[in-house]
């Protein structure tokens, strides 16, 4: 079974940075692509963005673009969503997600193992 972990939320004010992490339990990292997604209440759940298998490719929401970075450690089975530039807007719980396969999709139904979120709030 698939696990994974995701930190570093947490309250922070409009500008301000967090980088948040997503540790998987399994050593088939290296072979899945993963993605970010996010849900504000009252909305659903929306992508925000994804890596491929090797880091070789990232896509972006165009909310997020220019201001987020994801990443990937494969040695430590970890990914990164480094957020700057932080909006009101941005409050949400985030999640880590992995699919079983190497290429970046931007749907949350193609993705097959998920964190159990983390809390982002960001303050006018």
């Known amino acids: 079974q698939v696990q994974l972990i995701e930190s570093g939320g947490g309250l922070v004010q409009t500008g301000d940075s967090l980088r948040l992490s997503c540790a998987a339990s399994?050593?088939?990292?290296?072979?899945?692509?993963m993605g970010w997604f996010r849900q504000a209440p009252g909305n659903s759940r929306e992508f925000v963005a994804a890596i491929n298998w090797n880091g070789g490719a990232t896509y972006y929401a165009d909310s997020v673009k220019g201001r987020f970075a994801i990443s990937r450690d494969n040695s430590k089975n970890t990914a990164y969503l480094q957020m700057n530039s932080l909006k009101p807007d941005d409050t949400a719980v985030y999640y880590c997600a992995g699919r079983s396969g190497l290429f970046i999709r931007t749907t949350a139904d193609e993705y097959q193992y998920w964190g159990q979120g983390t809390q982002v709030t960001v303050s006018s």
């Open positions: 399994e050593p088939t990292f290296s072979s899945r692509a």
